[in-house]
């Protein structure tokens, strides 16, 4: 467990709570958090989804991994030790949007179930949805829409998950999408449908 830095810091209580922010909005705040190897169709789906609940009015967002790393994150690697520290800022980060009661979308590859446990742990029992998008890495090399994979058999890059580092496949996630079998279309409607089941939105 990491230690803080910081001392004598109090938690702040806000008057206006999440359930006040969730009756405005009409519907919960949640988590949805995409993973699986690059290229398996995370960021396509989180959009596709974020589009459908948009057109139903939904408060959303999406978290891309490589658009945080851009800025938040932009001073961390890709070794394990960097990963694990990039998964736990973005657990954190989640946490505050979905208390702020905005359904917010993650799409990074986080490779560590222990990683993605940490992420779930923060949250209320019932609002982290991890979302497995399954995809054959033979799939994933096809696609390849980075040219990363191509660069990583070239030795061009360290520590790529699926090739020279490892993922670790969910046990129990709450959906589990066939990316390579199912159009992004149905996928998202297979998401849609979970939420509602739920209670994340309204009937």
Not at 31 to 42: C, N, P, Q
Request: aromatic content about 8%; proline content about 4%.
């Amino acid at each position: 467990m990491e230690q803080k830095k910081s001392s004598n810091v109090v938690w702040h209580q806000p008057t206006i709570t999440k359930k006040d922010r969730e009756r405005l909005f009409s519907h919960r705040g949640a988590v949805l958090w995409f993973t699986g190897l690059s290229g398996s169709g995370k960021s396509t789906v989180a959009h596709e989804v974020e589009n459908k609940l948009h057109g139903l009015g939904c408060h959303t967002y999406v978290l891309d991994g490589d658009n945080v790393r851009h800025g938040l994150n932009a001073d961390l690697g890709f070794s394990a030790d960097d990963r694990q520290e990039n998964i736990r800022r973005l657990a954190e980060l989640v946490k505050l949007f979905a208390d702020a009661g905005v359904i917010v979308l993650s799409a990074f590859i986080s490779p560590y179930r222990a990683d993605r446990e940490r992420a779930r742990n923060l949250l209320p029992e019932g609002d982290f949805f991890e979302i497995y998008c399954r995809c054959g890495i033979e799939t994933c090399e096809e696609r390849d829409p980075k040219g990363l994979y191509k660069k990583a058999r070239a030795g061009e890059i360290a520590d790529f998950t699926g090739i020279s580092a490892p993922y670790e496949e969910p046990d129990m996630p709450e959906i589990v999408i066939d990316t390579d079998r199912y159009p992004v279309e149905d996928c998202a409607d297979q998401i849609i449908a979970r939420l509602k089941d739920a209670g994340v939105l309204k009937p």
